[in-house]
């Protein structure tokens, strides 16, 4: 019998249904029509989402993968199709984000030439991709697909580029099937976990009075909640997160200490220097979370597990560093720790929690002002949605209050970008949110700058009828541009005034139903319009020009530093 | 007050703090664009690279980069783990100069009047075991090896007696306590990889030199 016949491009869509894909994000053009035609054949099997620029794209795919928990994925165009997914690419880098993006070339024998829409995306792709590879042969397709599925999503995740020229498109060759790809001779997706570090971290954890964990988003994506909670329950020891590990320990969990960093709660950034052990699980010290790195936990003992060697001592150096999957080292942990209550140590954060709340959170959330706060809607949206809702972010003031204020019953609810901090990351990726779990309320809580940046997008819901809720959050200003200006630079507001346009209408000639609301009076009613309504919603809330987010640990300081005003 | 105990400390903080010449040994693939995968991770860092060669090592299809850069042990410990973080690369390693066997190998264009006539440039040439590579009428091409300040030392002595081109080429280096790679790719084939592939070789001994 002979071989099954197939083109490139078939083959490229074989590989995504054996591979269980059912969504995809992309825009056609000239170098992926060959890939574009062959899907017009697989509409049944492959959902294809069109989006309205490459970046919104790559953004959905982001989402897509952080509220399902498979890979997210992405077809572009070469040239600008291409190029406009590098923002996307280095987001998902810097946060971990599996992807595996497929992205057209022109012909193997115009490489090199200038051709037209011809770009040398896998160079340009290098730094923020976790592999990349260009297909010239038909041939490679199926085990190149193999391995790019393979290493997004395993060890630590990340997005994976695939460049195939038009000619391994549309090039028949003898189709042998697909094989899923689980090992590769060079990559090693976890380090082997030894016993001696786990025994060296058990007692370290059990001689500690004050230990404090700190989590990111390493549980998240390890899906090592449960063995995260028993390993805190067990423990006794207070947690605090990453803005990326929210969500994988509920808020109201009694030993949930909230948010680390700098606009995070007071308790976890002061007793960060107070604590005798410092137990980092799946995070990697981030500048916004440390501060100043050399005031930085300096009279602790660190204990820090990380699937990824490179992480251990990079920025600090672990006492124990417990290289290995958190899924496999947390239980192993726990099995070693003593059970305790640590009563006095966990009352200190909340007499921390106390202090902030009397003097920071009260008045930001119940405000005495006429002007309404960020704060005060999020408590609202907590309110309606009691913590079941996926909360988006775009990146800014808005994403801070939302990260602190936000309530959150299951994992894989809290989608933002971290790393990046990839202002117009909010609507695309609260469209891909949606379609990574269908059966959740999502919301976008986005600020009037970043969803200026990518409202294009409101196209993609129009056609594609996704219920999004979007919640901007208009102050009027770039706010924590403004706030920094405010801060340390004499309150020389340089370029941070910005304009809206009717976001209403706006909305409306897309389809999209919408409401304003400038007064209080119609602040809970409107969010409960929104999150009650059927299909997309957009709210408007203006909000105070000029609140600033508070707590803030000030660039160049130490955690325990944090100004609560 | 000198202790030894605080002379060894001391002595590794010089170690991690200060500058020095390290060389970077790397296993990989062979697949095209690795060369770049590597190179931008010391341009990211702004770090000069002083050298570099990469050459099929004595296992066929796995290639071998020796890469040699002036910085701070702490600074390549990184540098090593970001390298070896690349899917293509099968293990990267560290040393510095007392734990290697290196050498360059340089190639000095000379006219070959200049040779025959004058007594004192051969016996430059004899003093330092320069060969012969390649005789024509009018130059002749020599070639030695050895260390930076070797070959330089030849090249300044040649100099005045019409040095016409002089190339040298990337260090290779020989990890004295290394043992190939031939047993230790034999792990990496293996799916589960065995505990040859030690992962954290620092606990309690933070400060010592890596082995292979």
Redesign the interface.
């Known amino acids: 019998m002979e071989a099954k016949q197939l083109t490139g491009s078939q083959a490229v869509l074989e590989a995504f249904i054996a591979e269980g894909v059912d969504t995809i994000f992309g825009y056609p053009g000239g170098a992926i029509m060959p890939i574009y035609d062959a899907l017009y054949d697989y509409q049944e099997k492959l959902k294809h989402i069109l989006v309205r620029h490459e970046q919104g794209g790559i953004h959905a795919g982001q989402g897509y993968a952080r509220t399902s928990g498979k890979v997210g994925v992405v077809f572009a165009t070469s040239g600008p199709g291409a190029t406009n997914l590098v923002t996307g690419l280095a987001d998902a880098m810097i946060d971990s984000t599996p992807l595996v993006c497929i992205t057209g070339q022109v012909f193997a024998h115009l490489l090199g030439t200038d051709a037209f829409q011809e770009t040398d995306i896998?160079?340009i792709t290098?730094?923020v991709t976790?592999?990349?590879y260009?297909i010239t042969d038909a041939s490679e397709i199926p085990h190149i697909l193999a391995k790019a599925f393979y290493?997004a999503k395993s060890g630590r995740p990340g997005p994976v580029l695939i460049d195939i020229t038009k000619n391994a498109q549309l090039q028949k060759f003898d189709y042998p099937g697909y094989t899923t790809c689980?090992?590769?001779?060079?990559?090693?997706p976890k380090?082997?976990i030894?016993k001696?570090?786990i025994d060296?971290a058990v007692a370290l954890i059990n001689d500690a009075k004050k230990p404090m964990i700190i989590f990111g988003q390493g549980v998240i994506l390890g899906t090592a909640e449960k063995e995260f909670k028993k390993f805190v329950e067990k423990s006794g020891i207070p947690a605090a997160w990453t803005i990326l590990g929210l969500s994988a320990l509920p808020t109201d969990h009694p030993l949930n200490v909230g948010m680390l960093g700098m606009h995070g709660n007071y308790g976890p950034n002061v007793l960060t220097n107070e604590c005798d052990v410092l137990i980092a699980v799946g995070m990697r010290f981030d500048d916004r979370v440390t501060g100043r790195l050399d005031k930085y936990a300096k009279q602790a003992k660190i204990i820090h597990l990380d699937i990824?060697?490179?992480e251990?001592?990079?920025n600090v150096k672990a006492d124990?560093?417990v290289?290995g999957d958190c899924k496999e080292t947390l239980p192993l942990l726990t099995l070693g720790i003593e059970q305790k209550e640590r009563t006095e140590w966990v009352n200190l954060f909340k007499d921390y929690a106390q202090k902030e709340y009397d003097q920071c959170i009260k008045d930001e959330i119940y405000p005495k002002t006429e002007e309404m706060t960020m704060g005060e809607v999020i408590r609202i949206v907590n309110e309606v949605s009691k913590g079941e809702a996926i909360m988006v972010t775009d990146v800014g003031q808005h994403q801070m209050v939302t990260c602190r204020y936000a309530q959150f019953n299951q994992s894989r609810s809290n989608v933002t970008s971290g790393g990046l901090g990839t202002m117009g990351f909010g609507l695309p990726a609260a469209i891909g949110a949606k379609f990574g779990a269908l059966d959740r309320t999502v919301v976008a809580v986005i600020g009037d700058g970043g969803f200026q940046m990518t409202l294009q997008e409101l196209g993609t819901i129009m056609q594609t009828g996704v219920d999004v809720k979007i919640l901007i959050l208009n102050n009027q200003f770039l706010g924590m541009v403004r706030q920094w200006q405010q801060l340390f630079h004499d309150k020389r507001y340089s370029f941070v005034d910005i304009q809206s346009p009717d976001y209403i209408m706006l909305a409306k000639s897309y389809g999209i139903e919408g409401a304003k609301v400038e007064h209080r009076d119609q602040l809970a009613t409107a969010v409960k319009t929104m999150l009650e309504s059927k299909g997309s919603y957009l709210l408007e809330v203006m909000v105070g020009k000029e609140n600033n987010v508070f707590p803030m640990v000030p660039q160049g300081c130490s955690v325990s530093e944090i100004r609560l005003k | 007050m000198k202790s030894p105990l605080r002379e060894t400390l001391l002595k590794i903080r010089n170690m991690n703090e200060e500058k020095q010449e390290y060389t970077i040994t790397v296993y990989t693939e062979n697949q095209v664009g690795l060369l770049n995968r590597i190179a931008i991770i010391f341009s990211r860092r702004k770090i000069n690279v002083e050298s570099l060669n990469t050459s099929p090592s004595e296992v066929q299809g796995i290639h071998r980069f020796t890469i040699v850069v002036m910085e701070t042990r702490d600074v390549v410990n990184k540098v090593v783990r970001q390298i070896e973080k690349q899917v293509e690369v099968l293990k990267a390693y560290y040393n510095t100069n007392d734990e290697i066997v290196w050498q360059e190998l340089a190639l000095y264009k000379v006219l070959s009047d200049e040779i025959t006539e004058k007594v004192k440039v051969e016996r430059l040439l004899r003093e330092y075991g320069a060969r012969a590579v390649a005789i024509r009428k009018d130059f002749i091409v020599f070639e030695t090896t050895g260390h930076r300040e070797e070959t330089n030392r030849l090249m300044e002595a040649l100099a005045p007696f019409g040095l016409v081109e002089f190339v040298r080429s990337a260090r290779v280096a020989i990890i004295k306590e290394s043992a190939g790679f031939h047993d230790k790719l034999k792990d990496f084939e293996k799916r589960e990889p065995g505990e040859e592939l030690i992962e954290n070789e620092y606990l309690g001994k933070r400060e010592a030199v890596f082995t292979m």
Do not use: C, T
């Not at chain 1, 689980?182 to 090693?188: D, G, I, M, Q, T």
């Open positions: 896998i160079n290098m730094p976790k592999w990349n260009q290493l689980n090992h590769v001779r060079s990559y090693r380090p082997i030894r001696e570090y060296a990824d060697p490179s251990i001592d990079k124990v560093g290289w």
